[in-house]
């Protein structure tokens, strides 16, 4: 069963502080997205990445950057926190090549900037 | 990217047979469609994909039309566990399917 693994179910930050969500995928999957979840306006991609140092923008991509430097962990980082960034953080995985295959989701954190 | 668009909420009381329908008037001919489905505080999970005609597995089935520019999933006899936000997606692929916006989706409420 694939598993997608994101490090915090909750966080609470200061304004101005830089922070890090970390998601793991243990299916050797080549893609990796991170979206935010805000009610009435659905998940909106952030990034994603096709390949270990590969990302692409998304559809809100201002005020977030993301690493990947292993296949299996795909980083979302807040360079410097802002209250609008409060939402729920959704990390996914999927195989790239293969012709059908859905997109894993972990649980999500949920990120609280004060 | 083809856009879709749902019914926002739907009503529903257990062991009843529940159909949501998904316009993607855009569709493209390499698209498939995929429905997930999401609880509070959890992810998505995926449901079930289709490309043509009908699937079915054993929580849904996916009815497609020939022209494809609608889906309808049907999930058979709800309980109050179906509760839940449903997605549709649309994409040529897990690539350009995760880069869909998933929009609102519909939030299904299975009364007793």
């Known amino acids: 069963d694939v598993k997608v693994t994101q490090s915090s179910r909750y966080l609470v930050k200061r304004t101005g502080e830089k922070v890090f969500l970390e998601c793991v995928q243990d299916?050797?999957?080549?893609?990796m997205f991170w979206y935010r979840q805000d009610p009435g306006l659905g998940l909106r991609l952030i990034y994603f990445?096709?390949?270990?140092?590969?990302?692409e923008k998304g559809d809100i991509p201002e005020g977030y950057s993301v690493s990947r430097e292993k296949k299996e962990r795909f980083s979302l980082i807040l360079e410097s926190a802002s209250t609008n960034q409060t939402s729920m953080y959704l990390c996914?995985?999927?195989?790239?090549?293969?012709?059908?295959?859905?997109?894993?989701f972990g649980n999500g954190t949920r990120l609280t900037v004060t | 990217l083809a856009k879709t668009t749902q019914p926002i909420s739907m009503d529903s009381y257990e062991g009843q047979e529940v159909n949501i329908t998904c316009s993607h008037n855009?569709?493209?001919?390499?698209?498939?469609i995929t429905w997930y489905q999401q609880f509070p505080s959890q992810g998505p999970r995926f449901i079930i994909q289709?490309?043509?005609t009908k699937v079915t597995n054993e929580v849904a089935s996916l009815f497609i039309p020939a022209d494809r520019k609608s889906s309808t999933l049907s999930l058979p006899r709800v309980s109050l566990s179906d509760t839940a936000v449903y997605y549709c997606?649309?994409?040529?692929?897990?690539?350009?399917?995760?880069?869909?916006?998933f929009g609102d989706g519909t939030t299904l409420t299975v009364k007793p």
């Open positions: 996914a995985s999927s195989f790239a090549d293969t012709l059908r295959p859905p997109l894993h």
């Open positions: 299916m050797d999957h080549e893609n």
């Open positions: 990445s096709y390949d270990v140092k590969m990302k």
């Open positions: 855009n569709i493209a001919t390499n698209d498939y």
């Open positions: 289709g490309y043509k």
């Open positions: 997606l649309v994409g040529d692929g897990p690539t350009n399917a995760g880069k869909s916006t």
